[in-house]
């Protein structure tokens, strides 16, 4: 029985429109691991109210907007792999990029939950895994740091904080995958990057077109 409600899921994710893929990926992880929500996702498709007048704690979030920064960019198409090792020949090809393409606003979010000092690399990847859509890649890391005098407000963070482009993630010749990031050198934002294993303080940002 299990098998047969599973395979209709999956059959059905097919006819899924893609902007709707980010929010049913965190619907399922909701589902997943906490019990109020799925008398809530029932009562939404009777088009009753889920909550009946009960607000939802915030408590625990881990994916939080610092309201450090608002800039808009322009769309910016996905990079090619020979536009990557242009600057970093090290690469060997783009195993994923999920990152936006049209126009937007950049925001900078944190995923530590409140009290959080440090998370390891893989608590980072699985807590932006239901964002994907939203959270911003390499070009936009790559117009960002060549339009940053446009923007004080950007420089104002300059040697504070450092931004993640996780959107996109690549690998090199040994297997071992990376982020894009922009982060000091000297009194400039520079792109750099770092191993997707690398432990998430807080100190670092993630660069997304929401919150």
């Not at 909550?51 to 990079?79: N, V």
């Amino acid at each position: 029985m299990a098998q047969d409600m599973l395979g209709n899921v999956v059959r059905n994710l097919v006819n899924v429109p893609e902007e709707a893929l980010g929010t049913l990926i965190d619907l399922t992880e909701k589902l997943a691991s906490d019990p109020k929500w799925l008398p809530a996702v029932k009562k939404t498709l009777r088009m009753e109210n889920p909550w009946d007048g009960a607000k939802i704690s915030s408590e625990g979030d881990s994916f939080r907007g610092t309201g450090e920064l608002s800039i808009k960019i322009p769309a910016q198409a996905q990079p090619s792999l020979r536009e990557i090792q242009k600057r970093f020949s090290w690469v060997k090809k783009i195993e994923r990029d999920n990152s936006p393409t049209k126009e937007l606003t950049l925001k900078l979010v944190t995923v530590l939950r409140e009290g959080e000092e440090c998370i390891d690399g893989n608590e980072y990847e699985r807590r932006i895994a239901p964002r994907q859509d939203i959270i911003l890649g390499y070009q936009q890391a790559v117009w960002l740091e060549e339009h940053q005098d446009e923007f004080p407000e950007f420089m104002a963070l300059l040697g504070k904080v450092y931004i993640d482009f996780s959107g996109l993630v690549v690998v090199d010749g040994d297997g071992s995958r990376s982020v894009f990031y922009l982060d000091q050198g000297d009194r400039r934002w520079r792109l750099d990057f770092s191993w997707f294993s690398h432990d998430f303080g807080r100190y670092e940002r993630v660069a997304s077109s929401c919150k």
